[in-house]
């Protein structure tokens, strides 16, 4: 890992403060992700941004922002939580969609079931009103670096 990642990583740890970190994923700023530390869990926000809306019949938010929201929360909590040397490769994703993503702020929280030395296995949820009442589960497996 790079001295200046390294060092951004402490200071967000330091300051629950993941905006510099953020900032560095063009997608990340696309799409519009936050991120907060809430105890020892990092809370992922997707605000509502009518850039982010697939069908505006409905208005829902677009099943691809959804997924990219999702496999990047993921991507980003292996970060955090791992020390890993650098941003998480995926290798599959698998997503199941509940409910239709209404356009206000969405949510995810992630749990990382299974890591072995190259490889971690993610749980993660997304959710608007409750977290009883997700609009989508996902599943990602991530080739992670060996740390330095």
């Not at 900032?23 to 009518?50: H, K, M, T, W």
């Not at 040397?85 to 990382?112: H, K, M, N, W």
């Amino acid at each position: 890992m790079s001295e200046d990642l390294k060092a951004l990583l402490h200071e967000a740890h330091a300051q629950g403060n993941y905006g510099p970190l953020l900032e560095r994923i063009p997608y990340a700023q696309l799409i519009g992700i936050e991120c907060s530390r809430v105890g020892d869990e990092l809370l992922f926000r997707l605000p509502a941004n009518r850039d982010n809306i697939g069908n505006p019949l409905l208005p829902a938010i677009h099943g691809g922002v959804i997924a990219g929201f999702m496999e990047l929360a993921a991507a980003l909590h292996l970060l955090v939580f791992t020390g890993s040397s650098g941003l998480p490769e995926i290798i599959d994703f698998s997503l199941d969609y509940l409910r239709a993503g209404q356009f206000r702020d969405t949510y995810a929280t992630c749990q990382v079931c299974r890591q072995g030395r190259r490889v971690a296995n993610v749980a993660i949820t997304a959710w608007q009103s409750t977290l009883q009442e997700p609009i989508a589960t996902a599943r990602a497996h991530f080739k992670i670096e060996e740390n330095n």
